[in-house]
């Protein structure tokens, strides 16, 4: 049975078949974060999926890490995105818009000349990509405990915002060494409140916004996304297994649309530590085939399948794993680019290709 194609439940969502486009960072926005047209194209020419989750959308000017990444926060931004949601449901998709605030990741020339935020004064190794290329981090400023509640305020408005805009859900961004795995992780959280030290303390950033997200969308309509040990962003945490058994715990009983889990590299079987503690729809994400996503869904070890580079490449990537057809391939040079349609919307269907 090809269980990839077959309907599931993903909180208030019935996706038509079991394949996810993941978030991916395209920076094809212009320069004040608003989505253009391409946008509309791209994500259209993808609604086959079961379900889209967009690139990275910053909820406020202070999350912004990226040039040319777009944002939910003005009133144009929410405009372009209406386009965006209106053509992925005129051709039967669904679409939950992911919010990530990249905290240190980021640099003053992207925010206003602002420092960036983050929970300790902890400079990250790297550089910041910007207008004019790519420039050093610098070290950020640690968030005051009042200001905490702003910023989980910040992610409820992004919520109601992404409602506004039509999306059928939303996503929190807690991978990738951005704002809340900053929080979550021993590396870059070395705050002595109730924000840091044991990791009850550490992940109440991550709870704390989810239940803010809940509380706007509904909790079926909030999903979150980790990604243990991934290591981006120069992120470490002196025991992740602890960490993340502690924080899908907590999930339990909240009633969220899905766990999305991505891992890269990590020797830890954590889906099989997380798996079977979390109580709703579970995205299996990363490095996975056609092949070895069929097993996961059969064997209940996963309930969707998320796939990054294959559904860049392959906006018809459903057909073509229908047809167990050949795969455009991704061209790596074109992932991040100023608005333009190379590498972005000129990839070709399979009866395009069949057809030239």
Partial sequence: MDHLFTPVRIGRITARNRLVMAPMTRSRASADGVPGDLTVTYYAQRASAGLIITEGVFPSALGKGYVHTPGIETADQVAAWKKVTDAVHAQGGRIVMQIMHTGRISHPSLIGGATPVAPSAVKPDGQAWTSIGQVDFVEPRALALEEIAGVVAEYRRATRLALDAGFDGVELHAASGYLPEQFLSTGTNRRQDAYGGPVANRARFVLEVLDAMSAEAGADRVGVKISPEMNYNSITDDNPQET?????????????????????????????????????????????????????????????????????????????????????????????????????????????????
């Avoid at 991505?262 to 995205?283: A, I």
């Fill in 244 to 356: 993340y058994r502690y924080l899908v715990e907590q999930l339990r009983g909240k009633g969220l649309a899905y766990l999305h889990v991505s891992l890269f590299g990590t020797q830890v079987d954590y889906h099989g530590l997380l798996r079977p503690l979390f109580d709703g729809t579970y995205l299996m994400g990363s490095g996975l085939t056609q092949d070895t996503a069929e097993a996961a869904i059969a064997e209940g070890k996963a309930d969707a399948a998320v796939f990054g580079g294959a559904f860049l490449a392959n906006p018809d990537l459903p057909e073509r794993f229908r047809q167990r057809a050949a795969l455009n391939a991704v061209d790596h040079g074109t992932f991040f680019a100023p608005p333009t349609a190379q590498g972005y919307i000129d990839y070709p269907t399979l009866a395009e290709v069949r057809a030239a």
